[in-house]
């Protein structure tokens, strides 16, 4: 638990030497996840604010001046909340299927030919074409291949369906990781974007609350560009990682957002102000409910979090044993004189 | 036997002389009367049993001092016959007042010196003298007795744990008023919450203080931490001055460190200073070859040093000022003597390197004879235990071709360490050495490992499965849906729509982020800047804390606000001062859920108070409401804003008061 507890982030202040450190431009990694759950963008896109469509073409204008800002810089994108796929990595496009010789060449026609259809790309550089074609293309064909009927999916057996954004992020850090420790970029700077559109219900809090403890050894900051509802998790996750957490009040200008409180490079956080929304959620969830919790109880051994004293007086998580008499002492009324001063000595014959 | 100070003096109109003995422990002050014929012909008084010193001013004629001594210490007076009343003092006439403030002088320095040697538990030699002047002033005036019932500051280490315990003690805090004075005044923000809370609201300053016991605490342990010894001389870094002078400073606490930490400067001092001038010691000191021997840095041959010092540089290098260091000087002075001999008769070209080298060579032989080496560590003790028999390369320090300026660092260096740890560990018992050298030989990889026992813990992981991001009523929707049922549900209805997104008739255009959509984007500019500002204005961080410190030094901690600063500062003052008393509340009001009449002994008490407690929230509610009514139209509506999270839980609070009475009738 030490190195958990360890405060990754440290402000830099006192010692002015800090201050006039060289920042050098070493290339640094973005990389961006997309929360494309179909029911929450139907929401949004009902209120007439966004439009998907706008969103990613914000995205990619970010995705092409962060790789515009040095020749080294690299963009990686994932989806997250997806009905079929949970989360998915979007770019670069790793397939084995593209190795089969002939295969491969008909591929990245059909892909040309797709993206053509969707993106408007003449008079883009084409280093950045590249990357939006390939992006678009898989968007295009991840968003299709979700089931058409949700019955489809739910028949399988399965009544639920997972909320995959702490997988994202999972998949992301390690991502990251082996990035880092490959000979060829050692070193290399990264953050994390999550444009997220779904509210906490459909983060699992203990995925996410490892997530955040992963990025927070690997110092690399989790911004959060935060449309709909609010999310508590994500803003524990941005404060914790010094990164940002940003609610979008104004769709329209999301570039805006995007290029310039959320494009803060990884070296230059410990010195600028951060643009975050300051008021954080601290509240945590319940393990049993999966509410979140005001005040609650916590288990002396595995640390679980419960909104409610379990009947068999058990831990629901680690299955330790209660002790019997305090939680009886937890669940005894609280007993208080009554108010008028007249009462008082006949409350005290009470009381014996 | 020597003494330090010595003059004549009137004893009850009997002259006599005066004289301050510093040799013996405690040191004393001894009067000696001329005429031996009289009842009373010596008086002597410890050092350690005075409290007080009285002298005449200088304006009056009578030059008179007197002695003031700790109530019950019997002052060794061989005419017991002195009268009772004046047992406690003792006075001293002078003939001239140059005499008196010598003795004056003197015995504050011994008292100052006996102090101070106390509160930094050197009880080793009280009888070195440290600085002179400007040690009596600070410390003596500190430690008269404050008037508190507990120290707030241990004034002797002696059992400094025991005491720290008795002082972080909760009940011990609370009663500590000095400290809790001290901690207001150090503390503004507090004290304002003390007064709000404490004098005009009525609250008990115990129960203030109940819910910040920590606060207590944190502060008496800060007041109380001493530092651990430390590398003093590397902390000295001599500063070159304007006029190509170097400057030095050393504090009074470093000198007695350099003292603690290195007797041979001690020594040297307790030798030459009453020859030369303090000030002149340490410049000597701080340009001798002595002084970078002894910091650990390389000294040249050819170095200008310090003649007086740097035969120091000669002695026992492990001399720890315990040992009787007497034949140490008379060898020194013997083979000076000597030397001065030879040198006459010989050539007068000797350099003095050769006759420095001829008293270390005596040194040393002095060592070899009288250093006792434990046998576990007597590799000549132990011929067969030599590395080198069985083809291992020696030890750094050992081999013939090693540095020799090298090996002397390292060893000074490790002298140093020594004597450091040796001062921290001085509350254990001097563990036998042995003992600790056969620990340190002991292979531990040889021995048993010790088995680590766990609790087996089984985990189920619930959370992650039960989230779903669907919801429940969807998906019972989904699974009725059949086909002879086809009613879409959202998400059908929606996806296909969503899955044309990229195909409908305009193309993605990466311009539409910014084409005419200027105001939008000026709109988010804003947005972005604001927060910004905001944060900036809470940021820790060095350097843009002072800028914001130079724009606006006033209202640096104020969030931006419209409302005018009187009334806020007046809806400020009533929220601390609410929150204090819900904070009260809440404490007796938990305390009493938990316990019960059988477990609390004062479950009565604690119960009445809850209710006064409950009647502090009702003139809450009624002061916030009063203070509302201040205000009118707009501004009422934004503070009623404010306020509304604090009448809520003023109300919250009150209601499970409310709801927890029991009904007497039952």
Redesign the interface.
């Known amino acids: 638990m030490d190195a958990i507890a360890d405060r990754a982030f440290v402000?830099?202040?006192?010692g002015k030497g800090n201050?006039h450190r060289v920042v050098d431009e070493t290339p640094s990694l973005l990389i961006v996840i997309l929360d494309v759950?179909?029911?929450e963008?139907?929401k949004l896109m009902d209120s007439g604010t966004l439009d998907?469509?706008?969103v990613?073409?914000?995205l990619?204008?970010m995705l092409?001046s962060h790789m515009a800002l040095n020749s080294g810089n690299k963009v990686a994108l994932y989806i997250a909340?997806s009905?079929l796929h949970g989360a998915e990595l979007v770019y670069p496009w790793f397939d084995d299927r593209d190795d089969s010789s002939d295969g491969s060449e008909q591929n990245s026609k059909r892909r040309r030919m797709n993206a053509d259809?969707?993106?408007?790309a003449s008079g883009?550089y084409r280093q950045f074409r590249i990357v939006?074609e390939s992006i678009?293309d898989k968007?295009?064909s991840l968003?299709?291949e979700?089931?058409?009927?949700?019955?489809s999916?739910?028949?399988k057996g399965n009544?639920?369906?997972?909320?995959t954004l702490s997988g994202a992020l999972s998949q992301a850090l390690s991502y990251i990781n082996r990035l880092q420790k490959s000979d060829e970029h050692s070193g290399l700077k990264a953050r994390v974007l999550c444009i997220s559109v779904?509210g906490d219900?459909?983060?699992?809090?203990?995925?996410i609350m490892n997530s955040i403890f992963a990025a927070q050894k690997m110092k690399i900051s989790v911004d959060v560009c935060k449309l709909g509802p609010d999310s508590t998790f994500l803003q524990q996750a941005s404060d914790a990682t010094n990164g940002v957490y940003?609610h979008i009040?104004?769709p329209?200008?999301?570039?805006?957002?995007l290029s310039?409180?959320l494009f803060i490079d990884p070296l230059l956080r410990?010195?600028v102000?951060?643009?975050?929304?300051?008021s954080i959620d601290f509240r945590a969830?319940c393990?049993?409910t999966?509410k979140l919790v005001d005040v609650g109880y916590v288990c002396s051994?595995?640390l679980c979090i419960l909104s409610v004293i379990p009947d068999d007086e058990r831990c629901?998580?680690?299955?330790?044993k209660f002790d019997h008499n305090l939680i009886t002492?937890?669940k005894?009324?609280?007993?208080?004189?009554?108010?008028k001063m007249g009462?008082k000595r006949?409350?005290r014959v009470?009381?014996k | 036997m020597p003494a330090s100070v010595s003059t004549t003096a009137f004893h009850r109109k009997k002259a006599g002389t005066i004289s301050i003995i510093e040799d013996v422990e405690p040191p004393m002050v001894v009067w000696k009367c001329i005429d031996s014929s009289v009842s009373h012909p010596l008086v002597e008084i410890p050092l350690d049993n005075i409290v007080n010193l009285q002298a005449t001013p200088a304006s009056s004629d009578k030059m008179m001092l007197k002695i003031g001594l700790k109530a019950g210490t019997l002052k060794k007076d061989i005419d017991n016959s002195a009268p009772a009343r004046n047992k406690n003092n003792t006075l001293f006439t002078f003939k001239t007042r140059a005499n008196m403030d010598e003795v004056k002088l003197a015995l504050q320095q011994i008292i100052a010196r006996k102090k101070s040697a106390k509160q930094i538990n050197e009880s080793s030699r009280p009888t070195t003298p440290f600085t002179g002047d400007e040690s009596t002033p600070a410390h003596s005036k500190e430690s008269t007795p404050s008037s508190s019932s507990i120290p707030l500051i241990s004034r002797d280490n002696l059992g400094n744990d025991e005491l720290l315990a008795n002082l972080l003690d909760s009940k011990n805090l609370l009663k500590n008023l000095t400290l809790q004075q001290k901690l207001l005044r150090e503390n503004p923000e507090l004290m304002k919450t003390f007064t709000d809370a404490v004098i005009k609201s009525g609250l008990d300053p115990e129960e203030f203080w109940s819910t910040r016991v920590h606060l207590l605490r944190s502060f008496a342990i800060q007041h109380n931490q001493k530092r651990g010894p430390y590398n003093v001389l590397s902390t000295i870094k001599p500063v070159a001055s304007s006029d190509n002078e170097v400057n030095v400073s050393v504090t009074r606490e470093k000198i007695h460190e350099i003292f603690k930490q290195y007797p041979i400067v001690r020594k040297a001092y307790d030798d030459n200073v009453p020859k030369i001038s303090e000030g002149e010691f340490w410049s000597r000191f701080f340009s001798s070859k002595l002084f970078r021997k002894l910091r650990g840095e390389k000294v040249n041959l050819y170095d200008r040093g310090d003649i007086t010092l740097d035969k120091y540089l000669y002695y026992d290098p492990d001399y720890d000022g315990e040992e009787e260091d007497e034949d140490v000087d008379k060898l020194l002075e013997d083979q000076e003597a000597k030397e001065s001999l030879d040198k006459n008769n010989k050539k007068r070209g000797k350099s003095q390197v050769d006759q420095i080298t001829a008293s270390k060579k005596k040194v040393k032989l002095f060592r070899g004879e009288d250093e006792k080496v434990s046998k576990c560590i007597d590799i000549l003790g132990n011929e067969e235990d030599d590395p080198q028999l069985k083809g291992n390369t020696p030890d750094v320090t050992m081999k013939s071709n090693q540095d020799p300026d090298l090996v002397n660092v390292l060893r000074t260096m490790n002298r140093l360490s020594r004597r450091m740890m040796s001062n921290i560990k001085e509350d254990k018992p001097n563990a036998d050495l042995d003992n600790e050298f056969k620990d340190e030989l002991e292979i531990k990889d040889l021995d048993d490992k010790e088995k680590v026992e766990y609790n087996e813990?089984?985990?189920?992981?619930?959370?992650?499965i039960?989230?779903?991001?669907?919801?429940s009523e969807?998906?019972k929707?989904?699974?009725t849906?059949s086909d002879l049922n086809p009613a879409l549900?959202?998400?059908?209805q929606?996806?296909?729509l969503?899955?044309e997104?990229?195909?409908d008739e305009e193309?993605?255009?990466?311009t539409?982020?910014?084409y005419q959509?200027k105001k939008?984007?000026?709109?988010?500019?804003k947005?972005?800047?604001s927060?910004?500002r905001?944060?900036?204005k809470?940021?820790?961080?060095?350097?843009?804390k002072k800028s914001i410190d130079v724009l606006s030094s006033n209202d640096i901690k104020d969030a931006k606000s419209d409302m005018p600063k009187n009334r806020l500062e007046s809806l400020r003052l009533t929220q601390s001062t609410s929150i204090e008393f819900l904070r009260h509340f809440w404490l007796h009001?938990?305390s009493?859920?938990?316990?019960?009449?059988s477990t609390n002994p004062n479950f009565?008490t604690e119960?009445?108070q809850?209710?006064k407690c409950?009647f502090s929230l009702e003139k809450c509610l009624e002061r916030v409401s009063a203070n509302l009514s201040n205000s009118e139209g707009e501004e009422r509506i934004s503070e009623e804003r404010v306020l509304k999270q604090l009448i809520e839980s003023l109300k919250q609070a009150m209601k499970?008061?409310?709801d927890?009475?029991?009904d007497?009738k039952?």
């Open positions: 402000d830099v202040q006192s201050l759950s179909p029911l963008w139907k998907f469509k706008n990613v073409s914000a990619l204008v092409n909340n009905y259809n969707i993106l408007k883009i939006d678009v968007l295009d968003i299709k979700e089931p058409s009927k949700l019955k999916m739910v028949n009544t639920h369906i997972k909320g779904s219900s459909a983060l699992p809090y203990v995925s940003i009040n104004n329209d200008g999301l570039i805006q957002y310039t409180a410990p010195i102000v951060l643009p975050t929304n300051t969830s393990f049993i999966n051994v595995c629901p998580t680690c299955h330790s002492r937890l005894r009324k609280p007993k208080v004189l009554p108010l009462n006949k409350k009470v009381d | 813990l089984t985990y189920t992981q619930r959370s992650n039960s989230s779903s991001i669907v919801p969807l998906i929707q989904a699974m849906q549900n959202d998400y059908d929606f996806i296909s969503f899955k997104k990229f195909h193309k993605l255009d990466l539409s982020v910014y959509i939008s984007i000026y709109d988010s500019y947005d972005v800047t927060i910004v905001k944060n900036a809470q940021s820790s961080q060095s350097w843009s009001f938990n009493i859920s938990t316990s019960s009449m009565k119960l009445i809850l209710r409950y499970r008061y409310d927890a009475i029991i007497p039952h």
